[in-house]
């Protein structure tokens, strides 16, 4: 499946701020979902691998090794993101505190041992294996 990108003359710049963007936007979305469904919704690290590969696509980005790592990262970014704010966010509003005054105070330690309590397994394969997929989309 080939997706078309831009010319090559586009900014160099363009790609890793499309790609910054896509992450904060699914980081929203993914934690907002996940607020409200009251659960970690791995699922979305699919859409997030694919939104990466894509963005990258079309930001004009070169194929191969690099916009592929670049998607994995991305991916990865996002899900450690929207994982860390769903944990800070429930944490938050048992006590009190607004999501991002929670998401300051909550340490990585507690924040993995929490994921590791809130995430199924289906969470942790797509949490796995979408890195996977989006530096396969993103070749």
């Not at 996940?34 to 997030?48: E, F």
Request: aromatic letters at 12%; proline letters at 5%; a positive charge.
């Amino acid at each position: 499946m080939r997706l078309p990108t831009l010319s090559s003359s586009s900014p160099r710049w363009l790609a890793p701020l499309i790609l910054l963007l896509g992450v904060a936007f699914v980081t929203a979305i993914w934690v907002l979902l996940a607020i409200y469904q009251g659960k970690q919704v791995g699922w979305m690290a699919w859409l997030a691998a694919v939104d990466a590969a894509i963005l990258l696509r079309f930001g004009g980005m070169r194929p191969g090794r690099g916009r592929a790592l670049w998607a994995a990262l991305a991916t990865v970014l996002t899900a450690v993101l929207a994982n860390w704010l769903i944990i800070a966010s429930q944490l938050g509003f048992f006590f009190g505190l607004l999501p991002w005054e929670s998401a300051l105070l909550l340490r990585p330690g507690h924040a993995w041992t929490l994921a590791q309590l809130a995430n199924g397994a289906w969470d942790l394969v797509s949490l796995g294996l979408a890195p996977l997929l989006a530096a396969w989309l993103a070749k």
